[in-house]
């Protein structure tokens, strides 16, 4: 008797390679931060895997001449010297030695993200025809939409500056407050409603620069009333203008002051600017189980991702999941780093938070944006 092979002819490893294409091209703020995987981890949930933190830039020494070259001639000032009267150097020109320094700092593996479905042999055999669209496309949305809304509470509870201390602030900012009138729908009103966010934008990048966070790769997170705040603004320009479907497949609607700017439905009357380094998403899988039928264990773009197949004889139906560990974490800076010689030390300072306040327009102050104190 012949044996009969599934007709879906499923390769696990091409399938959970597929499955961690979908989801990076289906997150929105989930595909933001930095990330860093290990395929070969032996620990577990709780456990903290070390992640190296970029060493800055090695210092560059420069040389001028050692000696001026005298004009041997006597009472001829228009003559040169030769060549080889020039006097050898009495210092030496060794470049400074520098040392690529990257500290280390630990990020704890929290949760187990997972999910799965079943499919019995009925659907197997009259109502699956492609795998991809009708099965992993699924698992990997259901992926994409945890992240993103995973992303954006860790967004809200750790993009601040409020750690730091006065003496710090002082030097590269704190985060920013701003108060803006309560819409009216008149042109007048809604300028200057997008008037006060774009001055908080301006100081929250001046804030950014001062810490030298690098101006590439920033981002501004808000939600839907900032979004609109900012699409009524003449002064706006947004990005779907351009043709940009990447950015559009993302959710950023437009730039504003070098901010890519990112619309999630998690967020309110609250702005969060950050560098793509501000955050990193660790994640590593455990081992593919003894009982498992099949499975694979693949990393893409930084994403490592665990597919089990299985087969529950009771209900005569095929099992398919994907899960993963992982842990979120801010990147704060190496205990040395100091800023105008103000030590920052281990605090972040790669992004902060705009506080916006609506008020009537009768008491809004003239000099309506403030540094949180």
């Not at 999630?264 to 950050?274: A, I, R, T």
Request: charged share 20%; aromatic share 6%; net charge neutral.
């Amino acid at each position: 008797m012949a044996l009969t092979t599934h007709h879906l002819n499923l390769d696990p490893k091409q399938v959970t390679i597929a499955a961690l294409g979908l989801l990076d091209r289906q997150l929105t703020l989930g595909g933001l931060p930095a990330r860093y995987s290990e395929l070969a981890f032996t620990g577990g949930l709780g456990d903290v895997i070390n992640v190296n933190r970029e060493s800055r830039g090695i210092p560059v020494q420069s040389s001028g001449i050692s000696e001026p070259i005298w004009n041997p001639v006597k009472g001829d000032k228009a003559k040169f010297a030769a060549t080889t009267d020039r006097p050898l150097p009495t210092t030496d020109r060794l470049a400074p030695m520098g040392f690529v320094n990257e500290s280390r700092f630990p990020v704890q593996l929290t949760t187990l993200a997972q999910n799965s479905t079943s499919l019995s042999m009925e659907q197997v055999a009259f109502d699956l025809k492609q795998f991809g669209t009708q099965i992993l496309s699924k698992l990997t949305r259901g992926f994409a939409e945890y992240f993103d809304d995973t992303t954006a509470s860790f967004i809200k509870a750790n993009i601040t500056r409020s750690g730091l201390s006065a003496a710090q602030k002082k030097v590269v900012g704190g985060d920013v407050e701003v108060t803006i009138p309560i819409a009216d729908g008149t042109a007048e009103n809604m300028k200057r409603r997008a008037l006060g966010l774009r001055t908080a934008l301006v100081d929250a990048r001046m804030a950014m620069s001062r810490a030298n966070v690098p101006t590439s790769e920033r981002y501004l997170i808000a939600g839907p009333e900032v979004e609109a705040i900012l699409l009524k603004d003449p002064e706006f320009v947004a990005v779907d203008y351009s043709g940009d479907t990447s950015a559009l497949r993302r959710a950023v609607v437009g730039r504003i002051y070098g901010f890519d700017i990112v619309i999630h439905n998690s967020f309110d009357l609250e702005m969060y600017l950050f560098h793509k380094s501000a955050m990193i998403l660790v994640s590593a899988c455990p081992a593919i189980p003894m009982g498992a039928v099949n499975g694979s264990i693949q990393n893409i773009n930084g994403i490592a991702t665990r597919m089990l197949i299985d087969y529950d004889y009771g209900k005569k139906a095929d099992t398919i999941g994907l899960d993963t560990m992982y842990g979120l974490s801010t990147v704060k800076e190496d205990p040395d780093y100091a800023v105008r010689g103000v030590g920052i030390g281990e605090s972040f300072v790669r992004g902060l938070k705009i506080s916006i306040t609506e008020v009537p327009p009768s008491k809004l102050a003239q000099n309506d944006v403030t540094l949180a104190a």
